[in-house]
Each structure stands twice: as structure tokens, then as C-alpha cells.
Nanobody
């Protein structure tokens, strides 16, 4: 199982970034795929998840600003981030669940495989 994130960077508040996660075939077929983030000194938190059937789940803090999607043709998971805020600054990780994924899909305990992370920094 391999997950490799890219697309992080530094932007000003109000800007946009799109994160990508290249997944191995077995990772991409997981029941749930998700994005998580961890800011310095804080616990890792779920940002968004997408299940195999296409259902979506978002953290309240990013609803209406972030969009999770996936490309079956390329085995890539995306996170489009708009209207970025300084509080979105964190290391962002993509993750794949184990053979089972229970609601709430964004729950961290569902996920077994993790990428190395990509840094997102939003300045005011």
C-alpha cells in the first residue's frame, strides 16, 4: 500500500491549493479514503473522506471551502482547498482505510495506511 501526497505550499489567506495523493491500486480500492491534518502542538484531525460508493464527509471547519474527489482512471485522491485561512495551516496527510470502514467515515480509527504528508501554510 502506497500513498504519496503532493501539492502543498504557502499561500495567502483567501487563496487556493489543490492537494493530490497518488495511491497504489490496493490503497485506492479501500472502502474509505480520507484527508487528515495536524498542526503543530495539536492532535491530528479528519478533514474530509470519500467512500467507495462516492459518499462524502467533511469536518465542520472546512465545509463549503474544501472538496474531496478522486480519479479512478489515475488512482489519485484530491483535496481542493478554497478560501484558505491561517488556521488551515498544517501538515496534510492522505489515508486509506482497512478492509472495513464504519460511519463516521472521517473517524481516524478507520484508517490503516498513511502518506508522508505535505505542508500547507496560510499567511494572513
Amino acid at each position: 500500500v502506497q500513498l504519496v501526497e503532493s501539492g502543498g505550499g504557502s499561500v495567502q489567506a483567501g487563496g487556493s491549493l489543490r492537494l493530490s495523493c497518488a495511491a497504489s491500486e490496493d490503497a485506492y480500492r479501500s472502502p474509505c479514503l480520507g484527508w487528515f491534518r495536524q498542526a503543530p502542538g495539536k492532535a491530528r484531525e479528519g478533514v474530509a473522506s470519500i467512500i467507495r460508493g462516492g459518499g462524502l464527509s467533511y469536518a465542520d471547519s472546512v465545509k463549503g471551502r474544501f472538496t474531496i474527489s478522486k480519479s479512478a482512471a489515475e488512482n489519485i485522491l484530491y483535496l481542493q482547498m478554497n478560501s484558505l485561512k491561517p488556521e488551515d495551516t498544517a501538515m496534510y496527510y492522505c489515508a486509506a482505510s482497512g478492509s472495513r470502514c464504519d460511519a463516521p467515515w472521517i473517524r481516524e480509527s478507520n484508517y490503516r495506511h498513511w502518506g508522508q504528508g505535505t505542508q500547507v501554510t496560510v499567511s494572513s
